[in-house]
């Protein structure tokens, strides 16, 4: 059904993401692929902040974009954060079952995700020629 499909989905986006971020050089979390373009540190920032929204929408409230940070800018801690703030979106996923919530989930992560996934494999191919692109998907890393 619909719901097994969007959980295989944000699972598989999860990985991806995780495996764009994976032994990333440090000196290279602050740069951009082109002007315009976010940092992976930046990117890892807005992707957190997705999933902050889907839990503001399920309590009725407006999200700020761009309003929470994490509170440690380190490399694992941005990684802590995301991975915090996801899992508190995907709880929020399991205990409101709603059309709306439904929606904002394939918008704010699965999608959102994938498309920033494509500009970190971008970003990776770039800058670290020897990164296995391949790896973003199970059992090829």
Known sequence: DARELLEKTLQNTHYQVSACFRDLK???WDRKLVEGALTPRETLEHLADCCIA???????????WHSTHSPDPSEEGMMRHY???????LQVLADNPSPQLFDQAIDYMALHEA?????MVQFRIHFEPEWNSYSIYEGHA
């Open 26 to 28: 440090p000196e290279l």
């Open 115 to 119: 498309y920033h996934v494509g500009q």
């Open 83 to 89: 991975e915090s703030e996801r899992a508190k979106a």
């Open 54 to 64: 889907i839990q503001r929408v399920s309590r009725g409230e407006k999200h700020e």
